[in-house]
């Protein structure tokens, strides 16, 4: 009995090596006691700060990692790609910075393009190293000694930080009174606003509620700018306005007025860059001085206002300020949770030869409507080929196990296949294979009936 062939010549495909070892390592870990451990998730895995790698160091410093051996690959490599998934938190890194990519064979390393600077949000960072380090084509060899791993620096940077100060006591002869609290400052100094507790404004033209504020503690950069925030609303049956501001050395400064602002609890906020006691940008000096106060404007003039509540005024839940300042030797900590290899290669043509099929079953259908109008009268579309299929089924009985494995990684690669040597030539073609099926013939015999399904291509 005669024989004929299948054969295929797989795309190319990837090989992911993830790191089951630290070779030589700066870097600090996290979330993991190992390096290798904190950026060794698939290269699907989610993007966060679980574990992960990290430095803030001004100088260069890398990381270099173990990968498994290859198992039962060939074929030619064409590259290695190795990634990383990194990024630079709380501040972008220095335009000055360094990052790049490492890839070391067993006698020598190279560095990818420096890709700096990295961005706040992780991101996928890859370089193709089209040749191993040691120069020359790439050997599974060279594969089975594999290193990768990330190099980085983290020059200073300008980063902007923000110290939020609350009230810590009440200054003497502050008129509003308070609801639901021992102290006015109680009221209004929670991290969080509760509604249920407030200060609020009696009537008068215009009323100050001072607070003494936290001191800060070891801060020294530059002040930007300070801001006030109130959460607040109107009562009462008169119409009232929100100010914000300080007293320094006895003078109170509005920096904002707000007028009739509602109802209804609302946040309301005002900034200001400057003392206007000094003329100059805040101190630190000037933040430990300062009073912040609310106060509560009545406007005589206007009627009708906001129902319910206790007397007239303004209601205060919530006070603080933020002070905004400038860190200027910061260093940005450079984290990296995933980084891994990718090889790319040809997998080697693979050739079955196969015992002549013992039937042959070939399906060509078209795609045929009928149309019926209310007249009466039919139109008839062909649409063209539907499908063209051939079935050959067989039995093997040399070499079968291995062949029937062949068959399998064809389905697996999902290429075109040829078949070649069939006694009918119009079925000698490229193919490819949607349905493969086998069943051994019993027992542990080296025998096995397949099916094969096929659509030309």
């Given amino acids: 009995m ?33 390096n290798y451990a904190c950026v060794d ?66 006698s020598a390393t190279t560095y990818s393009l420096n890709q700096a600077p990295l961005t706040i949000s992780y991101t ?32 200073s940077v300008n980063h902007e930080f923000a110290w939020v100060s609350r009230p810590t006591s009440d200054v003497a002869g502050s008129p509003f009174l308070k609801t639901g609290c021992a102290s006015h400052y109680q009221c209004v100094n929670d991290e969080v ?30 002040i930007k700018r300070v801001k006030f925030h109130a959460r607040c609303k109107e009562h009462g049956s008169r119409r009232y306005n929100l100010g914000l501001g300080y007293r320094y050395n006895g003078t109170n400064y509005q920096v904002e007025l707000f007028v009739k602002p509602g109802c209804s609890w609302i946040n309301k906020s005002t900034t ?42 303004i209601d205060v839940s919530h006070y603080y300020m933020t002070v905004y300042y400038d860190k200027v030797a910061y260093n940005p900590e450079i984290r ?16 079955v030869t196969l015992t002549m099929p013992k039937s ?48 399998k990684d064809m389905c697996h690669y999902g290429d075109k296949i040829t078949i070649a040597d069939l006694p009918d030539s119009n079925l000698n073609r490229d193919y490819h294979i949607i349905d493969y099926s086998f069943q051994q013939g019993g027992g542990e015999v080296d025998m096995y009936e397949w099916s094969l399904t096929l659509e030309e291509d």
């Fill in 272 to 313: 200001t860059a400057i003392n206007q006691e000094s003329g100059s940008t805040f101190t630190w000096s000037d933040i430990d001085t300062i009073d912040a106060w609310v106060s509560s404007d009545y406007e005589s003039h206007i009627y009708g206002g906001c129902g319910g509540g206790s007397g007239y005024g």
């Fill in 124 to 155: 996928k960072y890859s370089y193709l190293f089209d040749e191993k380090p040691s120069t020359g084509t790439w050997t599974w060899s060279d594969i089975d000694n594999l290193k990768i791993g990330i190099m980085h620096s983290s020059p």
């Fill in 2 to 34: 005669g024989t004929f062939t299948i054969t295929q010549q797989p795309s190319s495909t990837n090989l992911y090596l993830y790191p089951n070892g630290s070779s030589a390592t700066q870097l600090t870990a996290y979330g993991q006691t190992e």
């Fill in 336 to 351: 990296t949770t995933q980084c891994y290899a990718v090889v790319n290669y040809d997998p080697p043509v693979s050739t």
């Fill in 41 to 106: 998730e698939v290269w699907s895995a989610a993007n966060d700060d679980t574990d992960y790698v990290y430095s803030d160091s001004i100088a260069t410093i890398q990381d270099l990692y173990a990968l498994p051996n290859h198992t039962t690959e060939t074929g030619t490599i064409n590259y290695v790609r190795v990634v990383a998934n990194s990024k630079s938190n709380v501040e972008n890194q220095s335009s000055s910075a360094t990052f790049q990519l490492v890839c070391a064979d067993d």
């Fill in 193 to 222: 606003a509760n509604d249920s507790t407030y200060i609020y404004g009696t009537y008068g033209s215009k009323l100050y509620h001072h607070f003494l504020m936290a001191n800060h503690t070891t801060q020294t950069e530059n």
């Fill in 360 to 407: 042959l079953r070939l399906d060509h259908s078209r795609q045929i409507k009928r149309h019926n109008f209310p007249s009466g009268n039919y139109q008839v579309d062909d649409y063209g080929r539907g499908g063209k299929t051939l079935t050959i089924t067989g039995w093997e009985n040399s070499s079968a196990t291995a062949k029937m494995q062949s068959l």
